[in-house]
């Protein structure tokens, strides 16, 4: 990929009423959780408060018929977390979603990039910044 180009890819969401069930964010929020076994290290990961990590996995937890993500405390290593099976399924169902979107509009993505200014948006205009 040249310098000035930039990645051009549909990003699926899954809505729940107001909420996003699952989207890009949670999706890889949930992998760094099975990586790393903790929520607190998922967020350390992704460069995200612990606040806003429990607070995804909250919305997550809720948004389908049984939790995501179980955590445990206290113990000699602290605690931590885990995917549930369900956790599990979700992830893998939601990238499986993504590659066939991803598949289903590669033609009209490359059709697409041309019709995109090179390097990014123009800044905004005084007024607005």
């Not at 408060?49 to 206290?74: K, Q």
């Not at 369900?86 to 993505?109: C, F, H, N, P, W």
């Amino acid at each position: 990929m040249k310098k000035h180009e930039h990645v051009i890819a549909p990003r699926l969401r899954v809505l729940l009423a107001e909420a996003i069930a699952i989207g890009p964010g949670k999706a890889a929020l949930l992998q760094e959780i099975r990586n790393h076994g903790s929520i607190s290290a998922a967020a350390r990961a992704m460069d995200m408060s612990y606040r806003r990590a429990w607070l995804l996995v909250d919305t997550m937890n809720r948004s389908f018929i049984g939790p995501l993500v179980e955590t445990s405390t206290g113990g000699s290593k602290g605690g931590g977390a885990t995917l549930t099976g369900l956790g599990t399924e979700v992830l893998q169902r939601y990238g499986d979603m993504e590659k066939r979107a991803s598949d289903a509009l590669a033609e009209d993505i490359v059709r697409f990039r041309d019709l995109l200014r090179p390097g990014g948006p123009l800044p905004p205009p005084e007024a607005d910044r």
